[in-house]
Antibody, heavy 121, light 108 residues
Framework: QVHIVQSGAEVKKPGASVRVSCMTS????????IHWVRQAPGQRPEWMGW????????KYSQRLEGRVTINTDTSARTVNMELRSLRSEDTAVYYC??????????????WGQGTLVTVSS | DIQMTQSPSIMSASMGDRVTITCRAS??????LAWYQQKPGKAPNLLIY???RLEDGVPSRFSGSGSATEFTLTISSVQPDDVATYFC??????????FGQGTRLEIK
């Protein structure tokens, strides 16, 4: 059974960085890409980027390029997302989600529970 | 970026009603479209992918149709458990994937 569990809520000051972890189980880890999606209160989800876990290739939203990094620890079956130079508008719930396809770039079939990141001075 | 627009933004239905939600893309996404259901405080849950394929475990009262720029999600007989916000998402243009603004479904 597929399970995805994320790290806990974070409170950060403007200009700081945050790292959110996504721990997976129940499937062949390297066979599926992982995406990161965030959702500000009352807003539509916003796609941030994804990583092909097998070859570690990444693709990021142009809006966030330069501030976001996604990497993976294969031995721990974990994908991490780091967002730097935080601003108040980065306050959101951050989700990781598994790509349904074997080659990436597909619908998202299993999601973590979400991690609230609050940016406030 | 491909823009996704849903209508309506809010809808109210009675139990047993048939409801339809529309999603329009600013350019063709072929059939690369998914529908998700999101309940308050929870992550989105995949209902439909490739425009019309029902995800495993999703009740058969949910169905999807459409292609290119116009898609619909239909609930054939609304149940109380269907109260949620529904989002469409395109994955044709892989950077970035984009979501519609959501349709909130309420029960009368």
């Amino acid at each position: 059974q597929v399970h995805i569990v994320q790290s806990g809520a974070e409170v950060k000051k403007p200009g700081a960085s945050v790292r959110v972890s996504c721990m997976t189980s129940g499937y062949t880890f390297i066979s599926y890409s992982i995406h990161w999606v965030r959702q500000a209160p009352g807003q539509r989800p916003e796609w941030m980027g994804w990583i092909n876990v097998a070859n570690r290739q990444t693709k990021y939203s142009q809006r966030l390029e330069g501030r976001v990094t996604i990497n993976t620890d294969t031995s721990a079956r974990t994908v991490n997302m780091e967002l730097r130079s935080l601003r108040s508008e980065d306050t959101a719930v951050y989700y990781c989600a598994r790509d349904k396809g074997l080659y990436g770039g597909y619908a998202l079939d299993y999601w973590g529970q979400g991690t609230l990141v609050t940016v406030s001075s | 970026d491909i823009q996704m627009t849903q209508s309506p933004s809010i809808m109210s239905a009675s139990m047993g009603d048939r409801v339809t939600i529309t999603c329009r893309a600013s350019q063709s996404v072929s059939s690369w479209l998914a529908w998700y259901q999101q309940k308050p405080g929870k992550a989105p849950n995949l209902l439909i992918y490739d425009g019309s394929r029902l995800e495993d475990g999703v009740p058969s009262r949910f169905s999807g149709s459409g292609s290119a720029t116009e898609f619909t999600l239909t609930i054939s007989s609304v149940q109380p458990d269907d109260v949620a916000t529904y989002f469409c998402q395109q994955y044709s243009d892989s950077s970035p994937f984009t979501f519609g603004q959501g349709t909130r479904l309420e029960i009368k």
